[in-house]
């Protein structure tokens, strides 16, 4: 009975295998062959160059000031979306009045709930495209708001000044809902004891959130922590979508260079896929790194 289990089992796990080995691992394999190619997309010839694709990188303003934007956006859209997520979800949870219940949240806890986690309801495309028209200088919903109280009406995203941030301030408004529930549904484990306890010593809500909460939801942010930095170094869509990577390079990406430079006029898909493996272990360190530097002892309640 137990020879006969093992063909059933391989059976049902080898055609699964052998479409992730085709749809997922293969392009990965390619594009690590073609980073070593001059290949221009269109063409039959791809002649080897070797390591020449990753010489040029290093030499690459462009690429260099993609980086840097990633760099912003890796140091500050994770920390602002968890501590946005945290301090809402923390709201919602015990924001309300101490009474004889103990630690209660607001009033209309699920109808706030689902206001903030509506942008998710919407795809990414829908969110640059509404924002883009929010931020429209002529006929935009900021603008026309800022010009009735008289206050200055910036061209937000044709101005360098603003432009990356206001692509940052979408990211973290589309991400933010979504770890407000995360975060929310996790603080519904805690016991109510130990909130309790901590409030009769005389606690604020601060130290609660400090002292029991985040210790307690380390595991959930942590996780957190690494699908938004994972997040803040594609922010693709958004940027392609928003501004192209303009006003003059402001808001340009790696990812958005990897795709300028595969499909736009110079066709070099050879040297985009250096980008892409470039990108590919940066991501993943980036995550190996956030885990080992978040790691901490576990904390156990019962």
Known sequence: MRHGRYPLIVSFLLPPLV???VFVLSPYLQAFQISTTDWLGYSAQA???GMANFRTLLHDGYVWNALENNGVLLLVVPVLTIALGLFFATMLAMGGRKGRAGVTGVRGTAVYRLVYFFPQVLSVVI???LWKEIYNPRSGLLNGALHALGLPTPAWLGDPRFAF???LAVMVWSNVGFYVV???AAMQAIPRDIYEAVMLDGASRAVM???ITIPLLWDTVQVAWIYLAIAALDGFILVQLMTNGGPNFSTDVIGNRMYDTAFGSETKFGYASAIGVVMFFLTL???VLALRAARRDRIEYS
């Open 47 to 49: 002649d080897p160059v």
């Open 19 to 21: 479409l992730y080995g």
């Open 182 to 184: 995360l975060f929310g």
């Open 165 to 167: 941030w206001c692509v």
């Open 285 to 287: 360190s980036v995550a």
């Open 209 to 211: 959130l400090w002292k």
């Open 127 to 129: 969110i640059a495209l």
